[in-house]
């Protein structure tokens, strides 16, 4: 069975510090990896998807990493900002007849001005 | 209009109470979910279903069913709600053509079971 696990649950940072989320999954056999950002009450948002073939994706400030042979995965965010403050969360893809989405619990970021 | 839509936003209900949740979406994908979120235990599976004739169960089916109306809509429904049924549900969509499995989530629908 798949465990996607983030650790810190919480994160506190100063605005303008460079800053990497880690993910970490124990089964290796993914199609994927996404990381998605949630706002308090609110839905989850994609933010980057990496294809278990691929080592990187990189959208604005973000980049995510993905090391399939070591079950890692980080997010980075460049110069944070006061509006990053959210829960950040990965999850996993599955190969398989029906593979579907495991989650992380996630990060939640609070960017202090 | 937001390519995935959940019905009702926001509901309170007492114990025992019928209560359906609907989402709808305009992406023409043909797999869908339904997922609750607690705080401390994160997203959780309860159903989903790959095509219009498919359901199939996830962690935490109990308590819950589901209808696939269409292609386009997939409901979820709690028989008999109970409180520890409070939490906040969402609906997803995922498009198995290309392979991504790329998941697209409605704004989320908080029950409170009273």
């Known amino acids: 069975k798949q465990e996607v696990t983030q650790i810190p649950a919480a994160l506190s940072v100063p605005e303008g510090e460079n800053l990497v989320l880690n993910c970490s999954f124990t089964?290796?056999?993914?199609?994927?990896l996404q990381w998605f950002r949630q706002d308090p009450g609110k839905g989850l948002t994609s933010l980057l998807l990496?294809?278990?073939?691929?080592r990187e994706q990189t959208s604005g400030r973000l980049n995510a990493s993905l090391d399939k042979s070591s079950g890692r995965s980080t997010l980075y965010i460049a110069a944070s900002q006061p509006g990053d403050s959210a829960t950040y969360l990965c999850?996993?893809?599955?190969?398989?007849?029906?593979?579907?989405?495991?989650f992380g619990k996630g990060i939640t970021l609070s960017v202090r001005p | 209009d937001a390519d995935v839509t959940q019905t009702p936003r926001n509901r309170i209900t007492k114990t025992g109470k019928r209560i359906m949740l609907e989402c709808s979406q305009t992406?023409?994908?043909?797999?869908m979910y339904w997922y609750r979120q607690d705080p401390g235990l994160g997203l959780r599976l309860i159903y989903y279903?790959?095509?219009?004739?498919?359901?199939n169960k996830g962690e935490i089916s109990d308590g819950y069913s589901v209808s696939r109306q269409a292609q386009a809509k997939f409901s979820l429904s709690l028989e008999s709600a109970i409180p520890n049924q409070t939490a906040l549900y969402f609906c997803?969509?995922?498009?198995?053509?290309?392979?991504?499995?790329?998941?697209?989530f409605g704004e989320g629908s908080r029950l409170t079971v009273l």
């Open positions: 997803a969509t995922s498009d198995p053509g290309q392979l991504s499995g790329e998941l697209f």
């Open positions: 089964d290796s056999a993914i199609y994927n």
């Open positions: 990496i294809q278990s073939s691929q």
């Open positions: 999850a996993v893809y599955n190969t398989g007849a029906n593979s579907k989405l495991t």
């Open positions: 992406k023409g994908h043909d797999r």
């Open positions: 279903s790959f095509d219009v004739k498919d359901i």
